[in-house]
């Protein structure tokens, strides 16, 4: 009986190599797939939302000034000083602060060219800013002035104050996201969807009116110095707020 004998062929292998290789491909995979990335694109949507709160201004301010024209520059300063003395102890008498009166002094030559060049004379100017957060205390101002005859923006023009406007800002913010949100309810019952998530929310333009002057009662002039007390009428305006929204949709 014949003994057969079977020999093996043996094959080396390098598994530090073959771990690279397996590597790479497992690397290479990866980066065609992107397991980590949604394969679904997110829906979104973008609306405005707008809020408007009308509230009675709490800020007056005059503007109101004076002339003193003199040959004689010695004396129009004189008239000048006295009277502002004159001018800031009544004021404070009215309830005027300190911090609230601004006061400013010009001067130049004023010259009538239809007239001799030497009768010329000199024209000094006493400006103020009267800035005041309390309607019955601009009301005695504004007579006062009127009294004295001022010229200028006698009657106080009406506007927010920054603490005011502070807080009309927080609300109509507040209601102008709201706003938002019920148009975007409206957009997604349209698209047969639902409003998810807020992604972004950018604020836009805010602000009231342009400070103006406050109505006189009657339409009375200011100038006619015929008059002692004016009633001033405030009435209210309007402080608007607006938002876009972007919401997620499911």
Known sequence: ???????????????QYL????????????????????????????????????????????????EYANADRTKANTELVTQS????????????????????????DKYTYSAPVDNSSNTLTLSYTIALTDKDIAQKVQDYMLSLKAKGQISPQASFSQKKQKELQAQ???????????NADVTAKQLNTKVGKVITVQDGLAGGPTPFAV????????????????????????????????????
């Open 172 to 182: 109509a913010r507040e209601q102008a996201i709201n706003d938002a949100k019920q």
């Open 19 to 66: 771990s690279l290789a397996l590597f790479v491909v497992v690397i290479a995979l990866l980066a065609l797939w992107r397991p980590w990335v949604s394969q679904t694109t997110q829906r979104k949507v973008s609306v405005t939302g707008q809020a408007t709160i009308k509230s009675t201004p709490d800020e007056y301010t005059l503007y109101p000034y004076f």
């Open 215 to 250: 109505s006189v009662a009657n339409d009375a002039k200011l100038d006619s110095g015929t008059m002692s007390s004016l009633p001033i009428q405030v009435g209210q305006d309007e402080y608007t707020y607006s938002v876009s929204v972007e919401y997620e949709l499911k």
């Open 1 to 15: 009986m014949d003994n057969k004998t079977t020999s093996k062929i043996s094959i080396p292998v390098n598994w």
């Open 85 to 108: 003395t004159a001018i800031s102890t009544k004021l404070k008498e009215l309830g005027v602060k300190d911090e609230q009166i601004k006061s400013n002094t010009s001067g130049y």
